[in-house]
Nanobody
Framework: VQLQASGGGLVQTGGSLRISCAAS????????VGWFRQIQGKEREFVAA????????HYGDSVKGRFTISRDNAENTVYLQMNFLKREDTAVYFC???????????????????WGQGTQVTVSS
């Protein structure tokens, strides 16, 4: 499966942004999908994940209550709605997919094999 992240941009502190991850090559409904982010020079950080059915989600502590992950398997797309953005949310956001069927908090450990190219999100004050 090939992944294409999009929707990043510049937003003010407290604002909202929705980024998307579009899949091609195979039915997206077969995959657990996650979002990670990375600031240059730092390790990649888990943001959120969603099970292949969409019924189970899990979030990193730093975004819990502000971000929402969702998916539309008919459209082969996963979304990350980001609200109440903070400057520390500034990063390159990557979507990733795993063929392993994980649920709940274990999804951050899923063996993510496929990665998109990343989309830059910049939050300014």
């Amino acid at each position: 499966v090939q992944l294409q992240a999009s929707g990043g941009g510049l937003v003010q502190t407290g604002g909202s942004l929705r980024i998307s991850c579009a899949a091609s090559g195979r039915a997206f409904s077969d995959y657990t999908v996650g979002w990670f982010r990375q600031i240059q020079g730092k390790e990649r950080e888990f943001v959120a994940a969603i099970s292949w059915t969409g019924k189970s989600t899990h979030y990193g502590d730093s975004v819990k209550g502000r971000f929402t992950i969702s998916r539309d398997n008919a459209e082969n797309t996963v979304y990350l709605q980001m609200n109440f953005l903070k400057r520390e949310d500034t990063a390159v956001y990557f979507c990733t997919a795993s063929e392993a069927k994980y649920y709940g908090s274990m999804m951050y450990k899923a063996p993510y094999k496929y990665w998109g190219q990343g989309t830059q999100v910049t939050v300014s004050s």
